[in-house]
């Protein structure tokens, strides 16, 4: 057995077999993590995984302060499951697969203020492989989402440093932040990169006018991408198809290889300052081949 924290949203080390722990389709590997991801009102957590025959059972009870709260996660919990079915399953899950069956058997059941979550998934043939491969599918269907919101977030740190008012006389100066350096070097290839959060090194690089700092963007978890901003020139989307923002612009671009096959997916947000507004104008985001 294993004990989930009792903090809301942690990562916990859970005792089941090794090779099926690693091949969990779950945020984190974590069983049943999900469930409690978003109940910050939960009192306390209790949980256990074990293996039972030829299944792994797991089981996780969230306590509440007050009853009416148990029951909107209890139903919040209903409407997750039918997402988790949509997401591990894929386009196409048929019904009598041992995943469906598994994943429409899972009970919320309420009592009082707490609500208890239980399920049952039975061993099956190919079941590592099966899984291994719908938990790849799951990450390669997420990850583009989140190089989206990555790219998006650089380009806001763009305009928000720009409608900072800056300049040593009277009169207010805007203007975009200089280039950063790329975050990682190299593109990850069929890997996640942690920063390094030392003075000096990844996004803790710049300074008011130039770079991470100047655009206030960090990153603390991992990612699959280079991330990367580009004021002015040397612009990487225009060699891919994507638009050029010009010297008076910027460029927010993020860079996968998330099969490790040395064909990278990219991602796009450009700005330029509107001479008669002197204001940002930002793009759309351009992608190619976001898959990779």
Partial sequence: QGELPDAIGRSASLASPPALQATLPFDDDVVFAFAARDFDGARSMDGTVRIAGDALLGRLTLAFDEPAVAQR?????????????????????????PLHRALTAITFDLDGDSVTIEARLPAYPDMEADLVARK??????????????????????????????????????????????????????????????????????????????????????????????????????????????????FEASAEGDLDGDGVTSFFSIVGRIDPKTNTIVRSEIFTDLPDE
């Fill in 136 to 249: 790849a599918a799951f990450l390669r269907r997420q990850q583009p989402g989140e190089a989206a919101n990555l790219v998006g977030a650089i380009s806001r740190g763009a305009l928000a440093a720009f409608e900072r008012e800056g300049g040593p006389g009277p009169t207010p100066i805007h203007q975009l932040c200089k280039s950063a350096i790329d975050v990682p070097r190299d593109v990850p290839r069929g890997t996640r990169y942690l920063p390094n959060p030392n003075p000096g090194h990844d996004y803790e690089t710049g300074d008011q006018q130039t770079g991470w700092r100047c655009l206030k963007f960090s990153l603390v978890s991992d990612t699959p991408y280079r991330l990367a901003y580009r004021q002015g020139s040397g612009y990487k989307g225009p060699a891919r198809g994507g638009p050029d923002p010009g010297p008076n612009g």
């Fill in 73 to 97: 996660v209890q139903e919040k919990l209903g409407r997750e499951r039918e997402h988790m079915l949509r997401a591990l399953g894929g386009p196409v899950l048929p019904s009598d697969h």
